[in-house]
């Protein structure tokens, strides 16, 4: 019985290439929904905002509603809609509640779990209420 072939030294560069153009990807693509949501009239409050329990992508605010954005790069918006688990709904929620508890006035804010679908060569589609937080 043969051995499985070792790594040619190419491969480790190709997945570097890839791991490093999709971190790219994820950087557009939220700064691209940042910007619609902006457009749209929200305030952007964070920007990968990372707890010990997981990383919200965007923070969103417009008046007292606090959006809670998760940020899909896809071919198609059924693709980005199905992107979101609930082991990921579960993530997000929980550093959502990490966030909301360090903010003075938390009581007065309404807060929604929406999404936005970065799209090729489309502006990016925002799919409000996601899913529904506890």
């Given at each position: 019985?043969?051995?499985a072939p ?79 688990a609930r ?25 929604r779990f ?21």
């Amino acid at each position: 019985m043969a051995d499985a072939p070792a790594p040619r030294p190419n491969d480790n560069r190709r997945k570097d290439n890839r791991r490093k153009a999709a971190y790219r990807r994820g950087h557009y693509s939220e700064w691209l929904a940042a910007l619609a949501l902006m457009i749209k009239g929200y305030r952007i409050l964070e920007r990968r905002y990372r707890t010990r329990l997981g990383e919200i992508d965007l923070i969103a605010r417009r008046g007292d509603l606090v959006l809670i954005v998760e940020v899909k790069a896809r071919r198609s918006l059924v693709d980005a809609m199905e992107a979101i688990a609930r082991q990921s709904e579960r993530r997000i929620e929980a550093a959502a509640d990490i966030w909301l508890s360090r903010q003075p006035d938390y009581g007065r804010f309404s807060l929604r779990f929406d999404m936005v679908a970065v799209l090729p060569w489309r502006w990016p589609v925002h799919v409000e209420n996601i899913f529904y937080g506890r």
